[in-house]
Each structure stands twice: as C-alpha cells, then as structure tokens.
C-alpha cells in the first residue's frame, strides 16, 4: 500500500512539474490552458466562447455553452472587394458581436480544430479592432478533449443580443496593406514572411481563391504550424522554442515583420505568436495576402 501511495505521489509531482507555465509568455492572458478556460467560464458571467469551425463539425462536439461562428460571419461581403478573404468592417464586426451577447466588457474565448489558426485570425480582427479581454484556448477542440473535459452536442444555446461599440479606435499599426509590402519588397527593411504549406512557397500549388501560383518576393518561410507542438493536442511551444525558430531567420524583437499567407489567416496565427507570445512589437498581418497580391498581375511573383 504504501508503495502504490509513493508512486501516486510520484505520479501527481511529475504531472505538476509538467505542467505548462503560461506566464512565460509575454501576454499570458491571451493563450489560456483548457483548464483555465473552465474556470473563466465557471466564474465570470460575462463571457463567450466563440467555437470557429462550420456549423456541422460545431453539432457534433464544442465546448459547453459556446457559440459557432465561422469565417463568412467575419470577412467582408462580396461586394467590397473584386477579391475574398478580407476582413469584416468595424460596423459589420459590431453588429456579429451584438448578436452574440457581447459588450465591451465580455471576456472573449476562442478556439477551433486547427491549432487555433482561424480563432487567431478572428483574435486579430478583435484585438485590431480594439476589444481587450480576448483570449485563444490553448489547443483549441484537442486541448479541451486531450484535459479530458466534457464537450456538448446539437445547436447554440441563444444569448441575449446587446449593442456592441467598439471603445478603442482601430489600431492599423498591426495591419498591413498593399502598398506597405510592396515598399517592403524594394527597401529590404522589413521581413516579409510567408507563413503558407512549402508547396504553394514554391509555387507548386495554387489554393482557391488567388488568382496564380508563386510567393510575394522574400525568401523567408515560416509554415503557421512551426509554433505549434505536432501532437495530438496541438499547444503552442514554449517561449524558447518559439524564440529560436524566428531567431533563425533573423527574427527578433527589433525587427519589422510582415506576415502573408493566402487570405490572412495562418498568417494571424504568426501575428499572435510574435505579438502576443513574444511580445514582438513590430509585426503586421497583410489582411490581403497572397489572393491580392496575385490579383494584381503587375506585381513581381517568386518561384521554386
């Protein structure tokens, strides 16, 4: 008996010694453990949980008293851009939130199945936005299920709509237009990376949605799920890893960095790890990525 009770103990040490330290992070709020997600929720009656995945796979299992939302919900409507993929305006933004029970003072969590890149790219549209209480599920569905925590089935439970306002002015320091990565293209200040698969990289592939095949000039490549551990929960590495995988490349935090993927969303994903996990200060998300920069037949495109 007393051996099974030492090594019980042994047992609960190691799991604790384990345990993942979010204050390494620069901004520890905004990348919460599942466990900690529960607590938030448990607690505080100003919270909503936005589950970023289609309607079909959010019926099937989310997190208890989260709301669906999916990528249309916040990207601009089809008639403002000759292009897809950009992002929702500040008036269109409100009004999603108001539906959803938001205020100013809600506590944001967000999650998904993919390691958390969509809930980074709508972490990016809030945050640039200006809503502070924002915070991404470490892991996303994994993580939650990986905790061993329960999950829910069928529809969204309604929330009571509110009349959202956003209380800060946009900051479009953390956004990047066209013409600011084609200056970056010719004066070589600023890091221009390409955060897609090595196949669209080199040119290889073209996705859906962009308009020829190629890379915005810059040899810099740094897939989205670098930073995440290839496991079955999908975490973000620590803040050592996260710092030599960049450093690598010549990244750190003095450096400009402009971040592109296809339509700005694994790019997000790069933002809030430089951003929010390294506390880098001076990176942009290129909202418009690949898809305009391709649209635009004029502009030079890199291959193999």
């Given at each position: 008996m007393k051996k099974l009770v030492v090594f019980l103990m042994g047992l609960f040490i190691v799991s604790v010694a384990m345990a993942k330290d979010y204050s390494q992070y620069a901004n520890p709020e905004a990348l919460v453990s599942p466990e900690k997600a529960k607590k938030i929720m448990e607690s505080n009656k100003n919270v909503v949980v936005f589950d970023v995945r289609r309607s079909a796979e959010f019926m099937v299992g989310h997190i208890p008293g989260a709301v669906d939302i999916w990528r249309n919900d916040i990207s601009a409507d089809k008639n403002e851009y000759p292009f897809g993929g950009m992002r929702a305006t500040v008036e269109k933004m409100e009004n999603v939130l108001g539906q959803y029970g938001v205020d100013s003072n809600t506590?944001?969590?967000?999650?998904?199945?993919?390691?958390?890149?969509?809930?980074?790219?709508?972490?990016?549209?809030?945050?640039?936005?200006?809503?502070?209480?924002?915070?991404l599920i470490d892991g996303g569905i994994d993580g939650w299920k990986a905790a061993g925590l329960s999950l829910e089935v069928g529809f969204a439970k309604k929330k009571d709509?509110?009349?959202?306002?956003?209380?800060?002015?946009?900051?479009?320091?953390?956004?990047?237009?066209?013409?600011?990565?084609?200056?970056?293209?010719?004066?070589?200040?600023?890091?221009?990376?390409?955060?897609?698969?090595?196949?669209?990289h080199?040119?290889?592939?073209?996705?859906?949605?962009?308009?020829?095949?190629?890379?915005?000039?810059?040899?810099?490549?740094?897939?989205?799920?670098?930073?995440?551990?290839?496991?079955?929960?999908?975490?973000?590495?620590?803040?050592?890893?996260?710092?030599?995988?960049?450093?690598?490349?010549?990244?750190?935090?003095?450096?400009?960095?402009?971040?592109?993927?296809?339509?700005?969303?694994?790019?997000?994903?790069?933002?809030?790890?430089?951003?929010?996990?390294?506390?880098?200060?001076?990176?942009?998300?290129?909202?418009?990525?690949?898809?305009?920069w391709s649209y635009n037949k004029k502009l030079p495109a890199d291959k193999g």
């Open positions: 506590h944001i969590l967000i999650y998904d199945a993919k390691a958390d890149y969509d809930a980074a790219r709508l972490w990016w549209i809030l945050d640039m936005y200006g809503h502070e209480k924002i915070s709509k509110k009349v959202y306002n956003f209380n800060k002015k946009t900051d479009y320091s953390k956004l990047a237009y066209l013409n600011d990565v084609k200056q970056a293209v010719e004066n070589k200040k600023t890091i221009i990376v390409d955060t897609r698969s090595e196949k669209e080199l040119g290889r592939v073209t996705k859906k949605g962009a308009f020829r095949p190629g890379r915005i000039p810059s040899k810099t490549f740094i897939p989205w799920e670098t930073a995440v551990h290839n496991d079955s929960d999908k975490t973000f590495k620590s803040i050592s890893q996260l710092k030599e995988i960049y450093a690598e490349h010549g990244i750190d935090s003095n450096s400009q960095v402009i971040a592109y993927c296809q339509s700005g969303v694994r790019s997000a994903h790069t933002t809030f790890v430089l951003t929010q996990l390294l506390g880098y200060k001076k990176v942009r998300n290129f909202d418009g990525s690949w898809i305009e």
